[in-house]
């Protein structure tokens, strides 16, 4: 019977600590209010006139703008060369802009008030912040107030919790 008791397994349990154990309590708040944007790409200015059984008794065209104003168009003098045969005639022509040298300044607000437009041109005003606002607690989430137009508030709560064995 001795012998039977000393064969018994050999059981150990480890204890748990509280050191095994990690909380991670994170908030954060960001606000983003939009700066303003102009985008302008100058375009040039091009004329080109194409055709078949025509006669051109003066070649439309352009005249050379200056750093102060556009180029100008010229008109032609175009006929059919001969009556009853078919006849084929394109005239197009793009007036580009004048070159601007400065730019207005930003406003009190922030915003370009009478920005410079090229012929491809992409603007934008600008956030308004108005009543944008966020707040950390150390009771609750974060909280966020909307802003004017062109804000962004974003408020966040991280919780982690980590247990090792």
Known sequence: MRRALLMLPFFVMSSVSAAEITSRITDSVQLTVDGPMVQSTRIGSSYSVSGSNINVTTLGGMTVGSATAPPTLTDGSYAINTNGDAFTFSE?????????????????????????IY??????????????????????????????????????????????Q
């Open 119 to 164: 012929g491809n041109s992409t603007q934008y005003q600008g956030g308004t912040a108005g009543t944008l606002a966020g707040a950390l607690s150390a009771t609750s989430v974060p909280t966020v107030t909307a802003g004017g137009p062109g804000t962004t508030a974003i408020g966040q709560r991280t919780v982690e919790l980590s247990v090792f």
């Open 92 to 116: 197009s022509s793009t007036v580009g802009d004048v070159a601007v040298t400065t730019q207005s300044s930003l406003s009190s607000g922030g915003r370009v008030e009478t920005p410079n």
